[in-house]
């Protein structure tokens, strides 16, 4: 079992910065890679971001590129997601997932473990 606690949200203003932490404890060398999604109100789960334990593989999804940056400290078993230029429309509660197989992924279903979820509420 891995377990993963989230830390960082909050509320902020346009424009604003944030940084998102994720704990991993447990069986965390069985963790392939790690991933950061989010979830709006009404709205389907979706990728932000994802590392790969090594951090050899990083990727995001089109709407944080070039304002959100991922990364990990594996000595502190954490990954990280560093969010500037925050629009309201990032609002969400944002989620880090673990995934213990051999690939990686950026669907919801392709993570084995998640985190509780911290809210991001940014306003205009």
């Known amino acids: 079992q891995v377990q993963l606690v989230e830390s960082g949200g909050g509320l902020v203003q346009a424009g604003g910065s944030l940084r998102l932490s994720c704990a991993a404890s447990g069986r965390t060398f069985y963790i392939y890679a790690m991933g950061w999604f989010r979830q709006a109100p009404g709205k389907e789960r979706e990728f932000v971001a994802l590392?790969?334990?090594?951090?050899?593989?990083?990727a995001y999804a089109d709407f944080v590129k070039g304002r959100f940056t991922i990364s990990r400290d594996n000595a502190k078993n954490s990954v990280y997601l560093q969010m500037n230029s925050l629009k309201p429309e990032d609002t969400a509660v944002y989620y880090c997932a673990a995934r213990v197989g051999g690939t990686v992924s950026t669907r919801p279903n392709g993570y084995d473990y998640w985190g509780q979820g911290t809210q991001v509420t940014v306003s205009s």
């Open positions: 590392i790969r334990w090594s951090g050899d593989n990083i």
